[in-house]
């Protein structure tokens, strides 16, 4: 069950598809799109809990340096992603360099923040998203251009890795960092309870 502490934002680095398809014997391009299904379900559970904003990290302006069949993989899941997120009822908004020939066209009109299906939950994805290029932006008018996105709680990470890998540098900058071992396809509900109840146990102070 639940801690009556939860967080209010959370931020998910959903990683471990390449690793999942070679156990699979699959291609590692292959396992993107096992990684759909569980982006719509940790969405209805946020959506339970209560949870106000979620983002979800795509992919970075790094890894468009990866092989071509793997870069066309994962764009396009995050196309699919973006749609299928946008079904359920949000306020979407996709961050990142849209100048970029890595940023899918399909997505560029979720570049403002969006109302769909009635809104709710705030609902952030990173695509073609760049640290530096984030705060590059604040330069020109003190902000980075993310500012749309609050403070992250909580980052959730799959796959075992720890590290943030650029996430929301000024948002996380308090956040706590779960790490579940599993790899993202895997995912399972318990995962995202599990993640809760522990930040429920965490000593939340912001430097005070």
Not at 5 to 12: A, F, N, T, V
């Amino acid at each position: 069950m639940m801690r009556k502490k939860k967080p209010e934002h959370i931020g998910i680095i959903p990683d471990g598809n390449r690793r999942w398809a070679k156990l699979h014997g699959m291609e590692k391009q292959d396992g993107y799109a096992y990684g759909l299904a569980p982006g719509l379900a940790l969405l209805r559970l946020a959506k339970e809990a209560g949870i106000r904003e979620i983002t979800y990290y795509g992919f970075t302006v790094d890894n468009c340096k990866r092989p071509a069949k793997q870069f066309q993989a994962f764009r396009r899941a995050c196309v699919d992603a973006v749609e299928l997120l946008a079904g359920e009822g949000a306020e979407l908004l996709v961050i990142g360099d849209s100048h970029s020939r890595c940023f899918p066209q399909e997505l560029l009109r979720y570049t403002e923040r969006t109302e769909v299906h009635g809104g709710g939950i705030r609902v952030n994805f990173l695509v073609n998203y760049g640290w530096q290029w984030d705060l590059s932006h604040m330069q020109t008018d003190g902000r980075p251009f993310s500012h749309d996105i609050s403070r992250v709680d909580l980052v959730i990470r799959w796959g075992g890795m720890r590290r943030l890998s650029g996430f929301l540098p000024i948002q996380s900058v308090y956040a706590d960092f779960y790490v579940e071992d599993k790899l993202w396809p895997d995912f399972t509900e318990e995962d995202f309870w599990r993640a809760l109840v522990w930040y429920g146990g965490q000593d939340v102070t912001l430097g005070g």
